[in-house]
């Protein structure tokens, strides 16, 4: 099953939770317990899987054309599957730099780990435009079905750290492997 996610509704409304204004997601008391989109002080996440292929190219547009993303929930074996990582508000140092890591965790079916990477560079450096512009983080996951692959539900797990703010912020997705 598909669901078409309006970046729109997601990204473009700030919104307030815990009286820190968060950037990405609906915060509200009906989603607040969406694992895929989370904010702490004001720093906030969003983690996609999507089968669309020209995601980038989705992606790299004028600041004007909103992307929408298709989000899956279940693949077949040969498909593709591409796992974004978004974020928003990094907190900038005196000197204007941000340095935001992943920790990124992918569980197969039986529960061993297929990733299990800490401390990965997702964004370092000079905080170019403004803090609230939703950035796509450097780590970008590929997911193909392959027949080795266990059937079954497989689990994403991102951990963003701001490490300026001390903010950490756990996103959560899965999707299901089926033949």
């Not at 992943?102 to 990477?117: E, F, Q």
Request: aromatic share 8%.
């Amino acid at each position: 099953m598909k669901r078409f996610l309006p970046l729109l509704l997601i990204f473009v409304s700030p919104h307030l939770f815990a009286g820190q204004e968060c950037m990405l997601g609906d915060q509200s008391e009906a989603d607040s317990r969406a694992e895929w989109t989370q904010c702490k002080d004001g720093f906030s996440g969003a983690l996609i899987i999507t089968p669309d292929s020209d995601w980038e190219e989705r992606w790299n547009t004028s600041p004007e054309t909103i992307p929408h993303f298709t989000m899956a929930s279940t693949v077949s074996y040969g498909q593709n599957l591409t796992v974004l990582i978004f974020f928003a508000n990094p907190q900038a140092d005196p000197a204007g730099k941000i340095d935001i890591a992943c920790d990124i965790k992918v569980t197969r079916p039986d529960g061993s780990s297929s990733i299990n990477a800490r401390g990965v560079a997702c964004a370092t450096g000079q905080l170019q435009g403004a803090p609230s512009n939703i950035r796509l983080s450097a780590p970008v996951i590929r997911y193909v079905g392959e027949q080795k692959d266990l059937p079954g539900i497989w689990t994403i797990e991102v951990t963003l750290i701001d490490r300026v703010r001390n903010a950490r912020i756990l996103l959560k997705s899965s999707f299901e492997l089926v033949k």
